[in-house]
């Protein structure tokens, strides 16, 4: 099992904060397969068009990474600042 967390636009247009799912193994690219399996919508706001970063247990990760049982997720819109 892992735990998701879902920020800024996309826990709005995804309607969800956060949710457990089952997990073996796989990493940070099946689980994102995974994701946009569940229909079109999911498919084209988790797309590579829109920006968005994904940390694995609080550490963004830049590359394709493994993802345990356990681990904590979080889909990140890019943060702006001033």
């Known amino acids: 099992m892992i735990k998701i967390y879902y920020f800024g636009f996309l826990k709005e247009i995804l309607s969800i904060e956060e949710e457990q799912i089952e997990w073996s193994e796989g990493n940070s690219e099946t ?3 995974l994701l946009r399996s569940r229909s079109s919508f999911w498919a084209e706001s988790l797309s590579e068009q829109n920006i968005f970063r994904i940390a ?27």
């Open 56 to 82: 694995i247990n609080k550490k963004i990760i830049y590359q394709t990474t493994p993802i345990i049982p356990g681990d904590e997720v979080a889909i990140l819109p890019p943060v702006t600042g001033g």
């Open 31 to 33: 689980l994102l397969t």
